[in-house]
C-alpha cells in the first residue's frame, strides 16, 4: 500500500475528484440528467464500498465532492424542464402521484423529472437533500391561490386526488400542523359552484342541504359532487344542530315566513329535521334553550317561539291570550315538543307564561280585556294560590285597576281605607272593587300584596313632601294624623319598618312646635308635654 504505483494512483485519483467537482456545470452540459445522475449515484456506491473495506479509501471523497457540487448546482430537471437546485425541486413518493405533476408545477411546485424516479434513493440522500413533497409543502403552496370554475374542474379533480393520498400519509402521526394550514386553502367544492376552506364549508346530507338552502341563506355545502375524501371528512365540519340554530337566528322574521309562504320549507320539515338530532337538543341545555326561542311557529298574531307557545290541555283560553300549537304538528310531535319543555294548558301555564307576556306588551289589552282578565285570576284563584312563582310573577304586573281609571301594580296601591286616605292623602292609588264582587277582588289583591295600612316608604315619602313647604295648620294637621297613625301601628313593629323610621325621619326636621310657627324641627330638638 506504501509502493510509489498506489500512491500515484491515489493522486490520480484525488487529482480527479477534485476536477470533477470542479467542472461539474461543465460536464453537466455533456451529460443527460439521467446520465448525470448515474454516475452521481455509482459514485455513492463506490462511497459505501469504501465505508465497508471493500474499496480504497482514495474514492472515499469522490461521493461527498460529487454530492456538494451537485447541491449547489441547477442540477435536477424538473418535469416542466427547468434545471434546480436539489433544495428547490420536489419528490413524488409514489408512481401514481406523477397525474399530479403538471397541476403542482402549476402551483409553483417543482418535480423531479419522470426520467430521474430510477434515482429516488440518492436523490433522498441526505447529502443531496431533495424533499419529498408534504401535504404541508401543498398547503403553503396553495394558500391565497384561487381557481376559475367551472374551466377548472378538471384541475381541481386532480388536486384532490393529490391531496387525498398526502393526507392519508400525514395522518400517520405528523401532519397536524399541515392540516391547520389547509384550513386556509380554498379546495372544497360548494353546491353554488364556489370553493371555500375545509373548515368554512360544512359536510351534510342532501336532506338538509335541501332544507336549509331553501331558506335563500348563504351556508356552504360540500358539493354532493365532490367525492368522500378522508381529507373532507375530516377537516369539513357535519352541519349541526348548533349551526342549524345559528343559521335561523339570524333570519329576519320576514325571511322565514316567506319561506313558509312560498312553500319552499314548511315548519313540519324544520320540527322533522330536529326531532331526529333530538339528542343534541336534550344533552345541550343551551342548544335547547335556543331552539324553544327561535321564531319559527307562524300563528295568527305572527310568527312566535316554543317558549311562548303551549299544547292544547284542559284549560280553555277565553281572551285569546295564549299561542297554541296546531293540531297538525301537535298529532306528528307531540313527544318531541313534550320532551322540550312545552306544557299543555292548564291554569298555572296559562298564568305563568301567557298573562305576563300580554300585559307586558303596551296597548296589546283592551280596558275591557284586562277587567276579564282579572276576574278570571279572582275566580280561579285557588287554583294558584300556593304557587309562590305565579304571584312574584302577577306582583310584578299591571293588575289593579284604580279609582284614577289606571291600572297600577299591586305594591303600588291600596284597598280602599279610611285610615290610607287620612295618612296618605289623595295621591295615592285606591283599587276598585267591582259591587258584587268585593270578597273575591279583595282576596285576590290582598294575595298580591295590596294592603289597607299605610306601607312606611310612602309615609316617609309623605312626610318628606310636606316638609318642602313651611310648617301650616293644614300641614301640621297632616303630619299629626301620621304620627297619630304611628302611634297606633303594631306595638311590634318589624325590624325592617323600625330601621326604615329611624333612618329617615330621625334626622329630618318634620315635627312642629309650640310657639314656632312656620318651622319644622328634628325629634331630638322637642319635648313631650
Not at 134 to 144: F, P
Not at 342 to 367: C, D, M, N, W
Not at 382 to 406: H, K, T, Y
Request: aromatic share 8%; net charge negative; charged share 25%.
Amino acid at each position: 500500500d506504501h509502493d510509489y504505483q498506489t500512491r500515484w494512483n491515489r493522486a490520480a485519483i484525488e487529482a480527479a475528484t477534485e476536477a470533477v467537482s470542479e467542472q461539474f456545470t461543465e460536464i453537466l452540459h455533456f451529460l443527460k440528467p439521467e446520465q448525470t445522475w448515474r454516475l452521481i449515484e455509482a459514485s455513492h456506491s463506490v462511497h459505501r464500498e469504501v465505508q465497508e473495506g471493500k474499496r480504497d479509501r482514495a474514492f472515499y471523497h469522490f461521493w461527498t465532492s460529487l454530492a456538494a457540487a451537485a447541491c449547489t448546482t441547477p442540477s435536477i430537471r424538473s418535469s416542466q424542464g427547468r434545471d434546480y437546485r436539489p433544495a428547490e425541486v420536489f419528490l413524488l413518493q409514489h408512481e401514481e402521484e406523477q397525474e399530479a405533476t403538471a397541476v403542482l408545477e402549476g402551483l409553483d411546485l417543482p418535480i423531479v423529472h419522470q426520467s430521474l424516479r430510477p434515482f429516488f434513493g440518492v436523490l433522498r440522500n441526505r447529502e443531496i437533500g431533495v424533499r419529498v413533497l408534504t401535504l404541508g409543502d401543498l398547503a403553503t403552496a396553495l394558500r391565497g391561490r384561487s381557481f376559475n370554475l367551472p374551466a377548472d374542474r378538471d384541475t381541481l379533480a386532480v388536486l384532490w386526488r393529490e391531496l387525498e393520498r398526502l393526507f392519508m400519509r400525514s395522518a400517520n402521526g405528523q401532519g397536524i400542523d399541515a392540516t391547520r394550514e389547509l384550513d386556509e386553502c380554498a379546495i372544497v367544492l360548494d353546491t353554488r359552484e364556489t370553493l371555500w376552506p375545509c373548515r368554512k364549508i360544512y359536510q351534510a346530507d342532501s336532506a338538509t342541504i335541501e332544507l336549509f338552502s331553501a331558506f335563500g341563506g348563504t351556508i356552504p355545502f360540500v358539493s354532493p359532487e365532490m367525492p368522500t375524501f378522508a381529507f373532507i371528512r375530516q377537516l369539513c365540519p357535519e352541519f349541526s344542530v348548533l349551526h342549524a340554530l345559528n343559521f335561523l337566528r339570524e333570519l329576519s322574521p320576514a325571511d322565514i315566513q316567506g319561506a313558509y309562504d312560498s312553500g319552499r320549507v314548511s315548519v313540519g320539515a324544520l320540527l322533522n329535521w330536529f326531532s331526529e338530532r333530538l339528542d343534541q337538543l336534550l344533552t345541550d341545555q343551551q342548544n335547547r334553550t335556543r331552539f324553544t326561542k327561535l321564531p319559527i311557529f307562524p300563528t295568527s298574531s305572527g310568527l312566535k317561539p316554543l317558549s311562548q307557545m303551549a299544547l292544547p290541555g284542559g284549560f280553555s283560553d277565553p281572551l285569546g291570550l295564549a299561542e297554541l300549537v296546531s293540531t297538525e304538528l301537535v298529532q306528528n310531535y307531540h313527544r318531541f315538543l313534550e320532551s322540550l319543555g312545552v306544557k299543555e294548558l292548564t291554569f298555572r301555564v296559562y298564568v305563568k307564561q301567557h298573562i305576563p307576556g300580554a300585559l307586558s306588551q303596551s296597548g296589546s289589552l283592551s280596558l275591557v280585556r284586562k277587567r276579564e282578565l282579572v276576574r278570571l285570576l279572582a275566580d280561579h284563584l285557588g287554583e294558584i294560590r300556593d304557587d309562590q312563582s305565579i304571584r312574584a310573577a302577577l306582583c310584578a304586573l299591571p293588575l289593579v285597576e284604580c279609582e284614577d281609571g289606571v291600572y297600577w301594580r299591586p305594591n303600588e296601591c291600596y284597598l280602599p281605607s279610611d285610615q290610607v286616605r287620612k295618612v296618605l292623602g289623595s295621591s295615592i292609588h285606591i283599587a276598585v272593587l267591582p259591587a258584587g264582587r268585593h270578597d273575591s277582588y279583595r282576596d285576590l289583591y290582598q294575595w298580591l300584596g295590596v294592603v289597607d295600612v299605610p306601607r312606611i316608604d310612602h309615609i316617609i315619602e309623605k312626610v318628606r313632601a310636606i316638609v318642602k313647604q313651611p310648617a301650616t295648620p293644614k300641614s301640621i294637621e297632616a303630619v299629626a294624623h301620621i304620627v297619630e297613625h304611628l302611634g297606633k301601628r303594631s306595638p311590634n313593629p318589624s325590624d325592617e319598618e323600625k330601621r326604615q323610621l329611624e333612618w329617615h325621619l330621625s334626622k329630618l326636621a318634620w315635627l312642629p312646635a309650640q310657639g314656632h310657627a312656620g318651622r319644622w324641627f328634628e325629634p331630638s330638638k322637642l319635648h313631650a308635654v
